[in-house]
């Protein structure tokens, strides 16, 4: 009966230590699965927070673009009016009018994209919790290789604008004043002396330099269109990513 008795005590003892371990267990799992949620709804929390600024950042450079864009048109009309000019022997235009039109010229504006958010979301990995992979290619590709693209581009076509224009303002003795505080990216200049070189205006290497700044014009407006294009599309699923959770 003693044995018995012993026995039982035992099992029961054994049975309630059992009992005792598993509850642990279950309750460390369970913590450990509640932090990780925790954390989890953090990190989507925050993926949601940099998206909301990742948008606002694209319709800023979006807007860059369009500003820059419009700039393109401007001077490639400029661009147009010179060369019809010199191809009637300066006959369209008078000396003040070529000047200004010169001077007005701006092929060298080039884009710059706000980047940061963008590497934010990779440097603290909720880049990975994005679930829309055409997103996070699109971005990708935005913020790496179009960047470089664009770097390059836009590289070329400053060193370009950089020599023709100190020849425009050489041969033309251009003297201008300068609004810093006018127009939408850089200053607004304003004609206010000139000494006109009707021999330099009428030659081959004006007209090539003016034909090539068309070609400049016309390569870096269908890149940014592309690029905007792009922009558009990245916003349109920011937005709708952050609505998904």
Do not use: C
Not at 62 to 71: A, F, M, S, V
Not at 98 to 105: F, H, R, S, T
Not at 225 to 234: G, I, R
């Amino acid at each position: 009966l003693s044995m018995t008795k012993t026995t039982n005590t035992f099992k029961s003892f054994l049975r309630n230590n059992i009992v005792q371990a598993i509850v642990i267990i279950l309750s460390v799992l369970l913590s450990f699965y509640l932090e990780q949620r925790r954390q989890v709804n953090i990190t989507k929390q925050e993926k949601n927070y940099l998206l909301t600024d990742l948008t606002k950042t694209l319709e800023g450079d979006i807007n860059q673009i369009e500003i820059i864009l419009e700039g393109l048109d401007k001077s490639d009309k400029n661009l147009i009016k010179l060369l019809d000019d010199i191809n009637n022997n300066h006959t369209l235009l008078s000396d003040r009018e070529v000047a200004e039109i010169l001077l007005q010229i701006q092929i060298g504006t080039s884009f710059f994209p706000q980047d940061g958010i963008f590497n934010q979301l990779i440097a603290n990995g909720t880049f990975n919790l994005i679930e829309n992979e055409e997103l996070k290619s699109l971005l990708l590709n935005m913020y790496t290789h179009k960047k470089e693209r664009n770097y390059a581009t836009s590289t070329e076509i400053d060193n370009f604008n950089l020599l023709w224009r100190r020849q425009i303002m050489g041969n033309f003795r251009i003297q201008f004043n300068y609004n810093s505080y006018d127009g939408e990216i850089y200053g607004q200049q304003e004609l206010t002396r000139y000494r006109f070189n009707r021999q330099y205006y009428l030659s081959n290497e004006l007209y090539g330099a003016l034909s090539q700044s068309r070609i400049y014009v016309g390569m870096y407006t269908r890149f940014l269109n592309d690029q905007k294009n792009e922009y558009q599309t990245a916003l349109a699923l920011s937005k709708t990513e952050i609505g998904k959770d």
